[in-house]
């Protein structure tokens, strides 16, 4: 099974899948599905938008999640998979094409079973962008359980990290640029804003599994290089909202100073952090097949960044995040996924739906 991972790997990372532009991918993977004689739903997304869904029934248990989207690549170059080091390195290898690959592994592995395994295969898009496939996804009844395949480093992550993201515009007074004294900066007021904002009293608390509660500043553009005075500066800041805090006096804390400032703002994307029972039935089961595959004990971990799994949440499912691979690296030239960590995040599902058929 390694090899056809790999080579799966390497044919999905070499196909373009930015968020929204997904359709060779997903006609690669039909092809795929029709050549087991499987038959998979489209689930219509927004406009040639769809998700694919893989013996989907209402009283399933469970469901196994990938996303088959990317981020835009680097200078608008297409990804070049390559297999070296023990690894196959490219853009999606680990986010989340790695997720796609097991799941083809597994679709493979029970193609004869699935009429009676009470298990949904769903390949998602969008993921990287609003997250709309998830989000139609949990409009429909849901099996109890999920499992998101994201790069977890096989850690089996019961808590996620909420966000607040915030679009914002500081305005200041042009003038030639050696009247300063004329004039009023505004990358310099963006600069102000931005030491008050990290200076709030809840950037500072702590999770044990997710870190502290950050800020991130995802970009900050102003001036035009040329000798005046910028007039404007427009920014991006991105808010880590922990399970135990209450997100919506986070917002309050955040909008006050961007009123203080006279800034004006947007909320851009708002999603709420959550934790699972440790000793949910997923995170038990999914745990046991884990040591049984490796024969060490299962790592409980958290993940800092949104996923599907939010909106399986919001729609009654109960999800865990759980996958090959290192965040960190993940959306930069570094992206890759270890084969022998691949190989055995599949071998702990396989291990899992044996149990469940």
């Not at 796609?100 to 298990?119: C, Q, S, T």
Request: aromatic share 6%; proline share 6%.
């Amino acid at each position: 099974m390694e090899e056809f991972l790999v080579e799966q790997l390497v044919q999905l990372v070499a196909i373009p899948s930015i968020s929204g532009e997904e359709g060779m991918i997903l006609g690669f993977l039909e092809d795929f599905l029709t050549g087991l004689g499987i038959q998979a739903l489209r689930q219509r997304v927004e406009n040639q938008w769809y998700n694919l869904l893989v013996n989907h029934r209402e009283e399933n248990r469970l469901i196994l999640t990938a996303h088959v989207d990317t981020i835009p690549p680097l200078n608008g170059l297409p990804p070049t998979p390559a297999v070296r080091e023990g690894a196959v390195w490219g853009l999606g290898s680990c986010d989340d094409k790695a997720g796609v690959a097991i799941l083809m592994g597994l679709l493979v592995r029970f193609v004869g079973e699935l009429e009676r395994l009470p298990v949904t295969f769903a390949f998602l898009v969008d993921e990287e962008d609003q997250g709309r496939g998830s989000e139609v996804l949990a409009k429909g009844r849901l099996p109890p359980w999920g499992i998101v395949l994201e790069p977890t480093e096989l850690k089996i992550c019961i808590c996620e990290a909420g966000s607040l993201e915030i679009e914002f515009t500081t305005r200041g007074k042009m003038a030639h640029g050696s009247e300063m004294e004329e004039g009023e900066n505004a990358i310099e007021k963006a600069l102000t804003l931005l030491k008050r904002l990290k200076s709030l009293p809840f950037l500072e608390e702590k999770d044990p599994l997710l870190g502290k509660s950050i800020m991130n500043i995802l970009y900050l553009s102003g001036g035009d290089g040329t000798l005046r005075i910028p007039h404007q500066c427009q920014g991006l800041v991105d808010f880590r909202i922990l399970p135990h805090q209450n997100i919506e006096n986070a917002a309050v804390e955040i909008t006050r100073i961007l009123e203080e400032e006279g800034t004006d703002y947007t909320f851009k994307d708002v999603s709420m952090p959550f934790r699972l029972d440790p000793k949910a039935w997923i995170i038990q089961a999914l745990g046991q097949a884990l040591e049984e595959t490796t024969g060490q004990k299962a790592t409980l971990g958290g993940m800092k960044s949104w996923t599907d799994a939010a909106h399986l949440l919001e729609g009654g499912t109960q999800p865990v995040t759980f996958g090959p691979g290192y965040l960190p690296t993940c959306h930069t030239p570094q992206e890759k996924v270890d084969i022998k960590e691949l190989t055995l995040a599949y071998q702990t599902l396989e291990r899992l739906l044996e149990d469940l058929s």
